[in-house]
């Protein structure tokens, strides 16, 4: 990873704990499945959390609470946390060649579900983000997510463990 961090694209992401503890994780539609990415050799790695970039001028947990509802329709939370600082990460070669970023930093954000299930509405957006969801472990979604997201994942288990179950 490179220093200076205005080669990465500033991004935020949000773990949504439920009352049992338990997170949220989406499935990324096949249709925006990256090509190139793990995922879509191996599908086991297409299951993450919401994030997206910062618009300019946006504050981050406004941008955190923006990118939750457009990729999952959830508006019902509560503020749990936030990671400090900015973390990042590089994207693999195939990627960084399509853009001007090497990768992406992100600040992470923990909120509390208080709605219903049935709040969640993947096609809020189109086309939508993911094509499933389901609630899992915190502690399982680093071995789910692409291998180049993994670390940040790892950072992410540590940062916000306490909201969990155990």
């Not at 946390?81 to 960084?96: H, N, R, V």
């Not at 399509?98 to 600040?107: A, F, H, M």
């Not at 993911?130 to 993994?150: G, N, S």
Request: hydrophobic fraction near 40%; glycine fraction near 8%.
């Amino acid at each position: 990873m490179s220093e200076n961090l205005d080669l990465y694209r500033p991004n935020v992401g949000v773990v949504l704990f439920n009352r049992e503890g338990l997170v949220w994780l989406g499935h990324r539609h096949s249709s925006i499945a990256h090509k190139g990415q793990e995922s879509a050799v191996h599908p086991q790695f297409s299951w993450q959390f919401p994030q997206g970039g910062v618009d300019a001028g946006e504050e981050l947990e406004a941008a955190a609470r923006r990118e939750l509802q457009e990729e999952t329709g959830v508006t019902s939370v509560s503020y749990l946390g936030c990671t400090s600082g900015w973390s990042a990460y590089d994207f693999p070669p195939e990627l960084a060649r399509r853009g001007k970023w090497l990768g992406q930093k992100q600040v992470w954000y923990a909120f509390r579900f208080e709605g219903r299930d049935s709040e969640v509405d993947l096609d809020v957006q189109s086309p939508p983000e993911f094509d499933a969801w389901r609630w899992a472990r915190l502690q399982e979604t680093p071995d789910l997510i692409v291998p180049f997201k993994r670390n940040a994942y790892l950072q992410v288990v540590d940062a916000f463990k306490a909201f969990a179950k155990p």
